[in-house]
């Protein structure tokens, strides 16, 4: 709707709905499932998805927005992988021919929560010349060329064959734009980044940040209802999802290379 202020009209810059689902549970890939049924309605170029326990400042979207380049993704967040072991030991691949199997050496099993470019690097802006695109990307904050979901035989097998993994969409959607697309998870350039309600009340947290919001606007993040609760609630904190076993499985038995 249009709001009045005296003489001058204020026109909105995007309309808003807010849809509120129990059907078909597929907790975070629904919203894969939702831009697959939206495809059909109204043509899309890109996606844009947020996380509902974030503070995004006005120029986030439309920073992305600029960006933003076809065949990829851009987010604030996501993690870089050097080969080295895990629990000291390379693994082995077992492939069969002619009805035999063959053990071969074929890499390092990397650790999903090891990553070369930490959360505190991220936050502070550091890296980025290193590191300006990821392995693994996180989709809450990023922008995703929408062609994508032309590749739904792959990308929707979260809804399907893999249902038990439809908590783990993040790694998912990782390996399907890098190992089977071979599409770019770009990193969106510092300073930017979304600000993590569920953090704010953390002093360090509070000073890693303060070059991107201000003390006002901290302080009445600070002064919301639950905001301590966030983080009880996210899905990375669920110990049932295991995200390095779903992250092993798709090094060895797909055969995703996440090394840089």
């Not at 960006?67 to 072991?85: C, L, N, R």
Request: aromatic share 14%; with cysteine; glycine share 6%.
């Amino acid at each position: 709707n249009k709001q009045t202020y005296g003489k001058a009209k204020i026109m909105p810059m995007m309309n808003i709905t807010i849809l509120h689902s129990d059907k078909d549970n597929l907790s975070c890939f629904a919203r894969f499932s939702y831009v697959d049924e939206l495809r059909n309605l109204v043509p899309l170029d890109s996606v844009i998805f947020l996380d509902d326990d974030q503070y995004w400042i006005p120029t986030f979207i439309s920073t992305m927005l600029k960006e933003h380049k076809p065949k990829g993704m851009t987010t604030w967040y996501g993690k870089s992988f050097k080969a080295m072991t895990r629990y000291g030991k390379l693994f082995e691949r077992i492939t069969s021919w002619y009805g035999k199997l063959f053990k071969r050496g074929g890499g390092v099993i990397a650790n999903y929560w090891v990553s070369s470019v930490p959360y505190d690097a991220i936050i502070q802006g550091q890296k980025y010349d290193e590191f300006p695109t990821f392995k693994y990307a996180g989709p809450g904050g990023s922008i995703i060329d929408a062609h994508l979901w032309t590749f739904r035989h792959q990308l929707l097998r979260l809804r399907w064959d893999l249902l038990k993994w439809s908590k783990i969409d993040d790694i998912w959607l990782s390996y399907v734009m890098d190992a089977l697309l071979g599409w770019e998870l770009r990193r969106l350039q510092p300073p930017l980044v979304p600000i993590d309600i569920g953090r704010i009340e953390l002093s360090r947290y509070r000073n890693q940040v303060k070059h991107v919001i201000s003390t006002n606007t901290t302080m009445q993040l600070m002064k919301l209802e639950n905001n301590g609760n966030i983080r009880g609630v996210a899905t990375f904190m669920d110990s049932t999802v295991d995200k390095q076993g779903v992250f092993e499985e798709l090094q060895t038995t797909y055969r995703w290379d996440v090394h840089n």
